[in-house]
């Protein structure tokens, strides 16, 4: 049982460049989220999916993409990545959308955009 | 008044001691609070539920306010283990699928031997 994955791990990236991060979770929850986290900053949301099959925008969506591929699968999508991306992006599950305080966070990928 | 605040610390304090950490919401119809822990470049982890009538879970203690609008966190008998960032968690569901949950800043614990 391995909880929520990410991949990858690290990535650097050049300015104009796209890049999918995937997030995967086995633990049969219905709602799925994206962070990124910024020093000196919380934890922010930039997209969730309630359940299979719908995504909405959080707190700070522009310049993202997502898609839920399956019940275990949330992509975030960066089209067109600039250096104000860089963070570290946390994918998180819970087992439905209004026990989403209780969260299972992934391990994180760590984003350089130069 | 940002809408979840923490003192970011750093908390520095020796083994065995108690600490305490208090977090403050805006928003008074927040309906449920937790305590989050992420240990250095990891990701958070949920501590604990914060109930109204406050609860424990072995040395940790939560309490929560409402009146006040504040919820805290009581740390026993300080561990070395215990070193890590500490996020308030504040939740708030506002009927036909809209929701809120908003992480504060943190505050980072250090246990010194």
């Known amino acids: 049982n391995a909880g929520v994955t990410q991949t990858p791990k690290f990535q650097v990236l050049k300015t104009g460049q796209s890049m999918t991060l995937q997030c995967a979770q086995d633990m049969n929850h219905n709602s799925m989220y994206w962070y990124r986290q910024d020093p000196g900053m919380g934890l922010r949301l930039i997209y969730y999916?309630?359940?299979?099959?719908?995504?909405d925008k959080g707190e700070v969506p522009n310049g993202y993409n997502v898609s839920r591929l399956n019940k275990r699968e949330f992509s975030l999508r960066l089209e067109s990545a600039a250096p104000s991306q860089t963070s570290v992006y946390f994918c998180?599950?819970?087992?439905?959308?209004?026990?989403?305080?209780?969260?299972?966070f992934g391990p994180g990928t760590r984003l350089l955009v130069l | 008044r940002k809408e979840v605040e923490q003192d970011p610390g750093p908390f520095n304090v020796p083994e065995g001691a108690t600490v305490a950490f208090n977090c403050t919401y805006s928003?008074?119809?927040?309906?449920?609070f937790f305590w989050y822990r992420q240990d250095c470049r990891k990701e958070p982890k949920l501590l604990m539920s914060?109930?109204?009538s406050g609860n424990e879970d072995g040395r940790f203690t939560a309490q929560l306010n409402r009146a006040s609008q504040y919820i805290s966190l009581l740390i026993r008998d300080s561990k070395l283990s215990d070193s890590a960032t500490y996020l308030c968690v504040v939740y708030l569901y506002s009927g036909a699928g809209s929701y809120q949950l908003t992480f504060g800043k943190g505050t980072k614990l250090s246990v010194i031997p």
């Open positions: 998180a599950s819970s087992i439905r959308d209004t026990t989403l305080g209780a969260q299972y």
């Open positions: 914060v109930y109204s």
């Open positions: 928003n008074s119809a927040s309906q449920s």
């Open positions: 999916s309630a359940s299979e099959g719908t995504t």
